[in-house]
C-alpha cells in the first residue's frame, strides 16, 4: 500500500475506475463567469468516460461543454473516521451526435431534478487520483 504525505492511502486508477463504476452521484466542478462552480449530479459511465444528463439551458451545460473540469466522487464514514474520495480531471464535450445520444439514453440514468434533460456532456478521465482513509487519524 502506497501512502501520501499525509498519510492517506493512494488509491490506483483500476480502484479509481471501480469505486466510480459502482457510484451514482458526484460533483463536478467548472468555471462559470470566471469563478469556480461545483453542483451534485447524477452520472453514469459510458466506454470508461463520466456522462451526466442535463437541461440544455442549465449554467452547467452552457459554461461545461468544451473546457475542461473536474468530477469528484467520495464516501464517508463519520463515526468511524475512514472514506475515499475519486477526483478525475478531463475535457467535457457536449454530445451533438443523435445515433451517440440515443445510445446514451440507454445508460441507467435518471437525474434527480425535475424539468427535461436532453443534453448530455461526456467526461473523457486525463487524470483520475483517489485517497483512501483506512483508520481514524490521531
Do not use: K
Not at 1 to 21: K, P, T, Y
Request: with cysteine; net charge negative; charged share 25%.
Amino acid at each position: 500500500m502506497q501512502l501520501d504525505r499525509s498519510g492517506l492511502e493512494i488509491l490506483d486508477e483500476d480502484e479509481c475506475r471501480a469505486l466510480l463504476a459502482r457510484t451514482a452521484i458526484g460533483r463536478i466542478v467548472f468555471t462559470h463567469h470566471a469563478l469556480p462552480a461545483i453542483q451534485p449530479v447524477n452520472f453514469a459511465l459510458s466506454d470508461g468516460d463520466i456522462v451526466i444528463r442535463t437541461s440544455r439551458l442549465s449554467r452547467l451545460a452552457s459554461a461545461a461543454a468544451d473546457t475542461v473540469v473536474a468530477f469528484e466522487i467520495d464516501d464517508f464514514d463519520t463515526e468511524a473516521r475512514t472514506g475515499w474520495s475519486v477526483v478525475a480531471v478531463g475535457h467535457a464535450r457536449h454530445v451533438a451526435d443523435p445515433e451517440e445520444a440515443a445510445a446514451l439514453e440507454a445508460l441507467p440514468l435518471r437525474t434527480w431534478a425535475p424539468g427535461e434533460r436532453d443534453y448530455f456532456l461526456r467526461i473523457r478521465p486525463e487524470l483520475l487520483t483517489g485517497r483512501r482513509i483506512r483508520t481514524a487519524v490521531q
